[in-house]
């Protein structure tokens, strides 16, 4: 993009002229970078002491709505330090973990200075370096204990080179960033430093932007032809725009993403958009966070938000928040003319054969795996809990799609779960709350015109879902029979990586599982000789069955020898077809959600 736009561009957002209170709110951050090498970041707080009694609790949160782990925010804050208006200091201690307790001397507004250590790069974390900082707001701002209501401003001190600020947040004509209270500035990241921006769209007068550090060789103005597609579809379905800018912000390389209401930040390097499997993924996931903004920030399960950001906030309904998104992402890329009706065929069949590939189905609901991701830990399950959970993330798009076209079949193809998502807009979010598990349920049903028990019975069982029967409600079949392979079969899958090959995957009732093997397992000797996946697939291939493998394996320090007996390979491949001889309604039903018509 020319410079000159990119300096017009920078200078719109940076002015962009919200409604700015007039009043100055009662806390101000200033946040500085001169020890931006060593990766930290000075905060200077001032705020006006609101709480009665001898002292006032500074509280730091311990998650980040949209990521469900309890993270060590409050570890990398040190050099706390608070005084009065005069610039005296003032006794304090850690009342606990999150918690600083500031003893007051009578004077209304006190100071605060601390520093923060920011080195990891991922969209839950602030990152601070000498060319670039990514401000993930729970992990920087304190509040004090029950006035999260109050309004706050951010002076953001850029140190000298660094050109652009991007967010979500109104800035003031000062150019300080303001939030109306906390929720909205611990819902606000902030990337900082010399970004490169992809050009504006408009969807029905509102600016989408798209600013990124370091976003490698990316197409910008092609990715955001791509978005805009995808946002008019998305914002057509639900039939209101709830934001009054929406940025996307791209922290550079590195993996997720996390949704806020009106901006999404995510890892990002635009290199795998040249290709087309590469596209299809990238915008499925741009699509998943964008989408999130109705359907988790918006339509939330009633457990998320108001936000109790001192401990988990568990919901048994994370499969409709995520998975619901992933079965969107999907279906508005399809709808957009991004993907074909089969390529978006192929992208559920393929989260249905990773769901009922796995182990887990036997033990976990997905209704369960909701509750209890909070125990996964910020880096994801390992080990036996991985052959004991599934994700909601492969089974929640499969019940989306199931509920879907369920709905579609009792109301002669005029209401779909599109409806749904609708009626819990209006009905909740719009009343200023989340929905309960009876009130999604009681929602689905108003809108199928009946009872939904049988569809209901694969979110809290772990029955096995009657595909044959809801896919036939759009004319596909699937195969679910089991298929013999060529060669023997161990029932798991490894990848190599650094010379060791290293167990990704194990099917439910293999002799892999049988035997024990675990996920995350290192393999180092097969039969005695060096474990690797040429080898395996070389013993796999001329194996006859009940023929005996071991397996020398190092998991979490110890060494174990693993005796398998090789069983014939069989598949369950889930293939999907047309069929032929589909009801007219169902060809309705199928042509109309592809095409959203
Ligand atoms: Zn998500």
Redesign the pocket.
């Known amino acids: 993009m020319p410079v000159r736009l990119l300096l017009k561009l920078v200078l719109f957002i940076a002015v962009f002229p919200f409604a700015i209170s007039a009043q100055k709110p009662a806390v101000q951050f200033q946040l500085g970078f001169d020890s931006a090498t060593q990766h930290r970041l000075s905060v200077h707080m001032d705020f006006q002491v609101k709480n009665e009694g001898d002292y006032t609790d500074l509280v730091m949160p311990r998650w980040m709505p949209?990521y469900y782990q309890l993270m060590d925010y409050p570890e990398n804050v040190s050099a706390f330090a608070a005084m009065d208006k005069d610039g005296k200091p003032l006794r304090w201690e850690k009342a606990d973990v999150n918690t600083w307790r500031v003893y007051k001397t009578g004077k209304p507004v006190i100071t605060v200075t601390y520093s923060v250590l920011a080195t990891r790069n991922f969209v839950a974390n602030p990152l601070v370096d000498s060319a670039h900082a990514f401000l993930a707001p729970p992990g920087i701002y304190l509040h004090e204990e029950n006035q999260l209501q109050q309004p706050v401003a951010v002076h953001v001190l850029m140190p000298a080179g660094w050109k652009h600020i991007a967010t979500g947040l109104d800035q003031d004509a000062a150019g300080k960033l303001i939030a109306p209270d906390y929720d909205v500035l611990y819902d606000s990241p902030v990337l900082l430093g010399n970004l490169d921006s992809f050009p504006v769209f408009t969807v029905k007068g509102i600016p989408h932007y798209f600013m990124a550090y370091q976003p490698g060789a990316t197409n910008g103005a092609a990715l955001m032809k791509d978005l805009k597609k995808i946002v008019e579809k998305a914002t057509d379905m639900m039939g209101v725009i709830p934001y009054k800018k929406y940025v996307f912000l791209g922290i550079g390389a590195g993996r997720g993403?996390?949704?806020h209401l009106n901006s999404a930040a995510v890892g990002f390097t635009g290199d795998g958009y040249n290709t087309e499997a590469g596209r299809q993924q990238l915008l499925s996931f741009l699509a998943?966070?964008y989408f999130?903004h109705y359907n988790?920030k918006r339509i939330r399960p009633i457990e998320l938000g108001p936000f109790d950001y001192n401990q988990e906030n568990r919901t048994r309904l994370l499969w409709v928040?995520?998975g619901i998104?992933?079965y969107y992402d999907e279906l508005l890329l399809c709808r957009a003319g991004l993907t074909t009706p089969e390529q978006l065929v192929e992208s559920l069949r393929h989260s249905l054969q990773a769901y009922e590939s796995g182990p887990g189905r036997l033990f976990q609901s997905v209704s369960q795996a909701s509750y209890d991701t909070w125990s996964d830990g910020p880096f994801g399950r390992t080990g036996d809990v991985v052959n004991k959970t599934i994700s909601f993330?492969d089974k929640g798009p499969v019940l989306g799609w199931m509920l879907d076209w369920r709905i579609r079949h009792m109301t002669q193809n005029k209401r779909s779960l599109d409806d749904v998502m609708r009626l819990l807009y209006h009905r909740y979010y719009e009343k200023g709350r989340g929905y309960t598990e009876a009130e999604f349920r009681s929602g689905c049903e108003e809108i199928a015109g009946r009872d939904l028990s049988d569809f209901f019975a694969y979110v809290y069982t772990v029955e096995t879902p009657n595909y044959p029967r809801y896919l036939g409600y759009g004319g596909l079949l699937i195969d679910t029979s089991w298929q013999k392979q060529p060669g023997g079969w161990l029932g798991f899958s490894g990848a190599e990586k650094n010379d060791t090959l290293r167990v990704t995957h194990i099917s439910t009732a293999s002799p892999a599982w049988k035997a024990g093997l675990l996920p995350g397992t290192a393999i180092l000797r097969i039969n005695d000789q060096r474990a690797s996946t040429a080898l395996l697939q070389s013993l796999l291939m001329t194996a006859t069955e009940k023929q005996i493998i071991q397996l020398d394996t190092w998991h979490k320090g110890q060494l174990k020898r693993l005796s398998m007996q090789v069983a014939t390979g069989k598949i369950q491949p889930f293939t999907i077809s047309k069929n032929q001889q589909a009801s007219n309604l169902a060809k309705q039903i199928f042509a109309s959600w592809a095409s959203g018509k």
Do not use: L, Q, R
Request: proline share 0%; net charge negative; aromatic share 8%.
């Open positions: 949209g993403g996390i949704e998943h966070e999130h988790a928040a995520e998104t992933s993330y």
